[in-house]
């Protein structure tokens, strides 16, 4: 049998003979997904319309070339408001429990959704999008509630529907900010009339998703259970809630988790964590990933709608939310297909070096279609094939995702899994924070310098994703099995 973590946590053998599965608790393990899911369909909903809604501000002064600054800013601030709270998130699910910090994620997160509908100014937006993101930040004590309701022999299975849920809310996220911006204008029969959608043209999608937020809210109120033994009572920890029980090969893996965290008198800090090698390099892999996955994620809406005349592909936001709604459920539905199974396969570490180097083609596509259309003058079929091939293999960022937060799993020191998802999301958000920043002030540099012809965000992002390719191979091979 190939070695495994000695975490204590790991998600076990990938290679190994046949072993009896545990049973989950799907119910649970659904209610946590759903709470998961608006992370994406937050972050994701004004794509479609950034644009247009900083055009409105009236902050560039009408120069489509500065748009990408303050789209940066904008970006940014959610994830960096997430970087903010989400360990103090984690750390306060180890001392209070799972449950209460779950649920004040999506209640808070349907005020500010609608907050931001509201917002004429570009600084309200930013006031509000900072608020979708600390109410965000719980986004890692979700990961340790799917950890704490699995073990070894179903945990594979449970994690590959991360990045499903990922796609789910890059799905519905630009397909309704794209649907449902400006309803004034696309539909005039209806909301016409209404001087309240021509003053805040993009109330109707936040509110959409505000109210599906709250939905979720109730929901998991009525039905969430605390999953931490620390806060079960004894009925609950021996009864049929415990999915680890029935095997006693998943009971001692999952003992140093189950056992020791009612012993810990305080969460584990920072410095404590980071001083597991094997953490660190993980963490590090972590950082390239989530710093380069949001990057692409930026300029695809930047790169799409920015006007041809300027140096984009000039979509407007129905066709870049259909487009990105499209991509997002064939991204879904391939993993469910075809993705999943490269991971159990190969093990996460080669999973995910592998599907990281993809982003080579990712980002090499925007230099294609930015000069097919510039060339053509228009989007005709060849770009949209190529839009078709582009999105296509960006659907391995989903295989990314889900051997990322196995191996983070895996990697957890005993006893410190809400800690150790806190910090890992800690990371997530401090690079998520600075991608679009960068990304997107590079592609503003590219348009008014025209460095190496306009290209220099896709040069600066390949060498990033060239040096990510060669830290991927620092992975410790233990994490193989």
Known sequence: MPSQSTSGNGPGPYTSGPVKRTPLRKFQVFLTLIIQTMEPIAATVIYAFITQAIRMTGITRQDEKKIGYYAGILESTFFFSECLSVFHWGRASDAFGRRPVLLLGPLGLSVAMVGFGLSRSFWSMVVFRAAQGIFNGNIGVSRTVLAELTDPTNRVDVFSFLPIVWASGTTLG???????????????????????????????????????????FAICFIGLKESS?????????????????????????????????????????????????????????????????????????????????????????????????????????????????????????????????????????????????????????????????????????????????LLVVSGAPPGALGATNGLAQVISSATRTLAPTVASSLFSISLET????????????????????????????????
């Open 450 to 481: 025209r460095l190496i012809g306009g290209h220099l965000v896709e040069f600066v992002m390949l060498g990033i994703t060239l040096l990510g390719i060669h830290v991927s191979f620092a992975l410790p091979k233990e994490l193989e099995a």
């Open 174 to 216: 630009p397909a309704v900010g794209g649907l449902f911006a400006n309803p004034a204008t696309r539909w005039p029969k209806v909301f016409g009339n209404n001087g309240f959608f021509e003053q805040y043209p993009f109330f109707l999608p936040c509110a959409i998703i505000g109210l599906l937020a709250f939905l979720v």
């Open 229 to 405: 033994p620390k806060f079960q009572s004894p009925e609950i920890r021996t009864g049929e809630n415990s999915p680890l029980l029935p095997s006693e090969e998943s009971a001692s893996d999952t003992a140093s988790t189950d056992t020791a965290m009612p012993e810990v008198s305080s969460p584990p800090s920072f410095a404590q964590l980071l001083s597991h090698p094997v953490l660190r390099a993980t963490l590090l892999n972590r950082a390239f990933l989530a710093f380069t996955e949001m990057s692409y994620a930026v300029l695809i809406p930047l790169v799409y709608s920015t006007s041809i005349e300027v140096g984009g592909l000039g979509l407007s936001p129905y066709q870049l939310g259909i487009t990105m709604g499209i991509y997002g459920f064939g991204g879904g539905v391939l993993n469910i297909l075809v993705l999943k199974r490269i991971v159990k396969r190969l093990g996460p570490r080669k999973a995910y070096i592998i599907s990281y180097a993809t982003f080579i083609w990712d980002l090499s596509m925007f230099w294609v279609l930015r000069a097919v259309v510039a060339h053509f003058g228009k989007v005709n079929l060849l770009v949209w094939v190529l839009i078709f091939g582009q999105l296509s293999v960006s659907t391995f960022i989903h295989p990314m995702w889900n051997s990322m937060a």
